[in-house]
């Protein structure tokens, strides 16, 4: 259950190194000019040709390619044992490419009913707009989605686990034989676990998103998106609507994101460990009526998520006895964990997603009931956030 155990599970299943020095590796050779250790950011839009057509490398357009996007495709690729990375210049902007890539009007796609709310939002109403129909179902009942399964229309499932903010696990393994078995594409958002915590390739899925925003690039200082894919052909049409359309990510976002990466591996240890301690210390607590984190053995997914995870990550939502007023109160009151929308970087977060990164599903089916309170558990002093914690809830 250690991040190590993770590294050399991937590292056996891909013949490859171990994670954590694939985090600080792959893509990332050092500059045979100047032997500069770092490859450098290429801040360039377009490269000279040598005569009509010499192209140095490969490269020819800042939109087509870039080494330093290169760099980072490479990295993502590795991470989660596909052929083929992208990046991107947000992760809806990855989740448009690929849907793009794969959808046609007329199409129908299957998603969790606890989706993050922008991509039930991409779907449904930018998508929704030229011809595509979802049915959002509950993930964990392997019937309702057989059911919702439409053959012939339906394209893609979606899978997001965790989800948010409530964390309930999916069985990734369960939900791509079922799509398999009906030819669907099947998708996983690992943006909550990240790979370090999870491979959903290796459990049967086709392609992974990310929102690199989040736990990869780690600092909360760069917008960023990515697609891990097998096949081939798919990844080429992917690659096309990269190139056709533009939502590249730009060199120095592309640069931020792999030197956050670089640190993954012990940053997921540290967010797991720091959760676990907080979501075992406000469990009981008389303000709280539940802590939904997958470490904790009373959460329902707790022992699918220690099957398909190394690491239970530094997501955790709590329900306030006080109803939303105590909610709203408790995100107003802590101090080290800042209200903000986001998650994933080093600092910690509250959020009260009702009204913040849910207010998009709010009367739909996706809603999220307003006691509840998210915290992105960041990698500070354990003891610290606790008291901060305890601090605020102490005020409700
Ligand atoms: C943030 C997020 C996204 C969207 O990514 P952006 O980088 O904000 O475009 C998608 N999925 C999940 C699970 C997210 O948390």
């Given at each position: 259950?250690?991040?190590?155990?993770?590294?050399?599970?991937?590292?056996?299943?891909?013949?490859?190194?171990?994670?954590?020095?694939?985090?600080?590796?792959?893509?990332?050779?050092?500059?045979?000019?100047?032997?500069?250790?770092?490859?450098?950011?290429?801040?360039?839009?377009?490269?000279?040709?040598?005569?009509?057509?010499?192209?140095?490398?490969?490269?020819?357009?800042?939109?087509?390619?870039?080494?330093?996007?290169?760099?980072?495709?490479?990295?993502?690729?590795?991470?989660?044992?596909?052929?083929?990375?992208?990046?991107?210049?947000?992760?809806?902007?990855?989740?448009?490419?690929?849907?793009?890539?794969?959808?046609?009007?007329?199409?129908?796609?299957?998603?969790?009913?606890?989706?993050?709310?922008?991509?039930?939002?991409?779907?449904?109403?930018?998508?929704?707009?030229?011809?595509?129909?979802?049915?959002?179902?509950?993930?964990?009942?392997?019937?309702?989605v057989r059911a919702a399964i439409r053959p012939g229309e339906t394209r893609i499932l979606w899978v997001e686990t965790p989800s948010n903010p409530l964390m309930k696990i999916s069985d990734i393994e369960a939900l791509a034989e079922l799509g398999h078995e009906t030819g669907l594409i099947v998708v996983v958002d690992n943006t909550f676990a990240s790979p370090a915590l999870q491979q959903p390739i290796a459990l049967?899925?086709?392609?992974?998103?990310?929102?690199?925003?989040?736990?990869?690039?780690?600092?909360?200082?760069?917008?960023?998106?990515?697609?891990?894919?097998?096949?081939?052909?798919?990844?080429?049409?992917?690659?096309?609507?990269?190139?056709?359309?533009?939502?590249?990510?730009?060199?120095?976002?592309?640069?931020?994101?792999?030197?956050?990466?670089?640190?993954?591996?012990?940053?997921?240890?540290?967010?797991?460990?720091?959760?676990?301690?907080?979501?075992?210390?406000?469990?009981?607590?008389?303000?709280?009526?539940?802590?939904?984190?997958?470490?904790?053995?009373?959460?329902?997914?707790?022992?699918?998520?220690?099957?398909?995870?190394?690491?239970?990550?530094?997501?955790?939502?709590?329900?306030?006895?006080?109803?939303?007023?105590?909610?709203?109160?408790?995100?107003?009151?802590?101090?080290?964990?800042?209200?903000?929308?986001?998650?994933?970087?080093?600092?910690?977060?509250?959020?009260?997603?009702?009204?913040?990164?849910?207010?998009?599903?709010?009367?739909?089916?996706?809603?999220?009931?307003?006691?509840?309170?998210?915290?992105?558990?960041?990698?500070?002093?354990?003891?610290?956030?606790?008291?901060?914690?305890?601090?605020?809830?102490?005020?409700?």
């Amino acid at each position: 259950m250690s991040t190590a155990d993770s590294a050399t599970a991937s590292a056996a299943d891909s013949g490859a190194e171990g994670f954590a020095t694939r985090a600080i590796h792959a893509g990332q050779a050092f500059d045979p000019t100047t032997g500069a250790v770092i490859p450098p950011i290429y801040q360039t839009s377009t490269f000279v040709q040598d005569g009509v057509g010499g192209l140095r490398g490969g490269y020819e357009y800042g939109r087509s390619g870039n080494p330093t996007r290169t760099s980072l495709e490479t990295l993502i690729a590795s991470l989660e044992g596909t052929p083929h990375g992208l990046s991107f210049a947000s992760g809806l902007a990855a989740e448009d490419t690929l849907l793009r890539a794969v959808l046609e009007p007329g199409s129908h796609v299957v998603l969790g009913n606890d989706v993050y709310g922008g991509t039930h939002r991409l779907i449904n109403r930018v998508h929704g707009a030229w011809g595509v129909t979802n049915t959002t179902v509950e993930l964990g009942d392997l019937d309702a989605v057989r059911a919702a399964i439409r053959p012939g229309e339906t394209r893609i499932l979606w899978v997001e686990t965790p989800s948010n903010p409530l964390m309930k696990i999916s069985d990734i393994e369960a939900l791509a034989e079922l799509g398999h078995e009906t030819g669907l594409i099947v998708v996983v958002d690992n943006t909550f676990a990240s790979p370090a915590l999870q491979q959903p390739i290796a459990l049967g899925a086709d392609v992974v998103v990310h929102s690199t925003t989040k736990y990869l690039g780690g600092h909360s200082d760069v917008i960023g998106g990515a697609l891990a894919i097998v096949d081939d052909e798919l990844a080429q049409k992917a690659r096309f609507l990269q190139f056709a359309a533009g939502p590249i990510s730009a060199p120095l976002d592309a640069w931020l994101t792999t030197r956050g990466i670089k640190t993954l591996a012990v940053r997921m240890q540290r967010h797991s460990e720091n959760a676990q301690a907080i979501a075992e210390h406000l469990l009981g607590h008389p303000a709280i009526d539940a802590v939904y984190y997958p470490g904790l053995e009373s959460h329902p997914g707790h022992e699918l998520a220690a099957r398909q995870m190394s690491g239970f990550g530094g997501m955790l939502s709590l329900a306030l006895r006080g109803g939303p007023a105590a909610a709203k109160t408790l995100v107003e009151s802590t101090s080290l964990f800042q209200l903000a929308e986001s998650l994933g970087g080093v600092e910690s977060l509250i959020g009260l997603p009702a009204e913040m990164t849910h207010a998009s599903v709010k009367g739909t089916a996706l809603e999220v009931p307003e006691n509840v309170v998210r915290l992105s558990v960041g990698i500070e002093d354990v003891a610290d956030l606790i008291a901060d914690l305890d601090g605020a809830l102490g005020r409700l």
